[in-house]
């Protein structure tokens, strides 16, 4: 869930969003979403599917890999000439996909 | 009001009510007599006795001659703190230990923390395969948060230095991160393309069961070479030059 859109703009988003700026219904985000709703009851339930779930691979501390490259490795540009949306191009990833996966 | 004493508790008539303790103590002759000691509740009479005439003498901390004379507790020595440290049972391997540089490591140095390459580049990432980006976007936000905690513990002990490198080491992270998200943005955009691609392909049924997708009509020389183990390896790796 999103705060409500008219308070992120203009001079509001740079004031403290108070009970007094807002009416009823108004929602103040704290940017982390909502888990559920409210029941007519006051109650609130759960909805799973919008419970956060992270996904870490199993072999994390496993991997080798790093957040930094180091400055020793130059970065090369990659060659995509000839191909008319570069790296993006769908003939070149059917052709790749043809290569190394098409016949197993 | 003082009232009168034996003569050996003379010395004690014009101290106080502890001096005068003391010097019952030290007169065990004394104890045959009654014991009249002199005593005064009147506050002049408690003040301290000596030869020196600077009333402020030893209050200074910073000018420490000290007194004159030795007092009644000079000879008594100052205690000192008990050396006593705690030992806690840690567990090398836990979990939060991830959250620091290392297993009992609180902070890196402003030294340390600007010691680190540079980004990935999406041109490096295009060719990694989806497990390597998914453990990449991991360490990166491990990093973060060590990173964070280090953050965190500078501004609580206003020390007052750290936060700028702190600051570039974690803008490098974020440039790996956001690499990563546009290898992957960019990969499922191409693989939605390639498939409309695919449909068009006289040489591929999408409708094929297993192994039946891809029907090559002509085999070209170069592509027999591949080893098979080559290609299961490759399986998983997107398409690269």
């Known amino acids: 869930m999103r705060p409500t859109q008219i308070l992120s703009v203009g001079k509001y988003r740079h004031l403290k969003l108070t009970t007094k700026d807002v009416g009823r219904g108004f929602y103040k985000g704290n940017r982390t979403g909502s888990m559920g709703r409210h029941t007519k009851y006051g109650g609130y339930l759960i909805e799973w599917s919008k419970v956060r779930t992270y996904v870490v691979p199993q072999n994390l501390s496993e991997s080798k890999l790093t957040p930094f490259v180091s400055r020793e490795v130059r970065s090369e540009p990659g060659d995509y000439k000839g191909l008319s949306k570069g790296p993006q191009d769908p003939y070149f990833y059917v052709e790749q996909w043809k290569r190394y996966n098409g016949v197993d | ?241």
Not at chain 2, 140 to 153: P, S
């Open chain 2, 1 to 241: 009001m003082s009232i009168a004493a034996a003569p050996n508790a003379l010395r004690a008539s014009s101290g106080c009510a502890s001096r005068l303790w003391l010097s019952l103590q030290k007169s065990p002759s004394s104890s045959l007599f009654l014991q009249v000691a002199s005593f005064s509740t009147t506050a002049p009479q408690c003040k301290r006795k000596t030869k020196d005439s600077n009333k402020r003498r030893g209050v200074s901390s910073l000018y420490g001659s000290g007194p004159r004379e030795p007092l009644s507790m000079s000879n008594m020595p100052l205690p000192k703190p008990v050396e006593f440290k705690p030992k806690i049972e840690v567990d090398e391997s836990h979990g939060l230990w991830g959250f620091f540089p290392a297993p009992g490591k609180l902070l890196l140095t402003p030294k340390e923390t600007e010691e680190h390459g540079r980004a990935w580049e999406v041109e490096e990432l295009r060719r990694k395969s989806w497990e390597d980006l998914h453990a990449l976007w991991w360490k990166c936000c491990k990093e973060r948060n060590m990173l964070a905690t280090a953050r965190a513990e500078l501004l609580r002990g206003k020390l007052g230095f750290g936060e700028r490198e702190i600051d570039s080491r974690d803008e490098e992270v974020t440039k790996t991160m956001r690499a990563i998200k546009h290898a992957l943005t960019e990969r499922f955009y191409t693989w939605q393309d390639a498939v409309e691609v695919a449909r068009s392909d006289p040489e591929i049924n999408l409708e094929g069961g297993e192994g039946q997708v891809y029907t090559p009509s002509a085999y070209e020389e170069g592509y027999d070479d591949v080893p098979a183990v080559e290609e299961a390896d490759k399986e998983l790796k997107e398409p690269t030059r």
